[in-house]
């Protein structure tokens, strides 16, 4: 029992957490107001920043796929792969997405309409999906893991009458696990 207990504490690992920190909105052209021929075209940034608080392990993310969501439809998605995260330290990864998307094709009609009435109420929400592999490793074991993380309620304000681009209110906050 102490045997284990002891090996536990040594070799216990903590997961990197994921913070949003910035997203930002490229262009934003949605035409129509929510009924039929209502289109949208737009490209969007995100910045993500991943903290590795563990003081014995590095943590080598061999892959990060996130995807760009509204009301459950996922917009886009963006590949990365091999970040290393040394000890006690972060970095920070940047994904690009635009809709339409030529990585998915389908049908997203009804999303883009509700997008359109959202406008009109002055807020659009979305949420990132990270689907992330990786591994802990120390200089005595590797460890890989799954996550899945979602960095929900990222509000778009269409405060500025003069422009149609909507702008990010600035939350930053933690990715949370999701099952």
């Known amino acids: ?10 070799f216990m690992t903590i997961k990197p957490t994921f913070y949003l920190e910035s997203f930002e909105v490229r262009s934003f052209d ?3 107001n929510g009924g039929p021929g209502t289109t949208l075209k737009a ?9 590795n608080t563990n003081t014995r392990s590095s943590v080598l993310v061999n892959q990060v796929e996130t995807s ?5 439809v996922a917009l886009d998605v963006s590949y990365m792969d091999h970040v290393e995260i040394q000890k ?12 339409p998307s ?3 094709t389908f049908n ?3 999303a883009v309409k509700e997008m359109a009435k959202d406008r009109e109420r002055g807020q659009i929400m979305f949420d990132l999906k990270l689907e992330v592999q990786l591994m802990v490793k120390s200089n005595v074991f590797h460890k890989s893991e799954k996550m899945r993380l979602f960095c929900e309620r990222i509000t778009l304000d ?3 009458s003069t422009s149609n681009i909507p702008t990010w209110n600035g939350n930053k906050h933690e990715c949370v696990s999701g099952l």
């Open 102 to 104: 030529s990585k998915r």
């Open 30 to 32: 949605l035409s129509g």
């Open 43 to 51: 490209n969007w940034e995100t910045k993500i920043s991943i903290k």
């Open 108 to 110: 997203a009609d009804s």
């Open 1 to 10: 029992m102490i045997i284990s207990m002891f090996t536990m504490m040594v």
């Open 158 to 160: 269409f405060k500025n």
């Open 68 to 72: 760009l969501v509204y009301r459950y």
């Open 88 to 99: 006690d330290s972060n970095v920070q990864i940047l994904d690009a997405f635009s809709f």
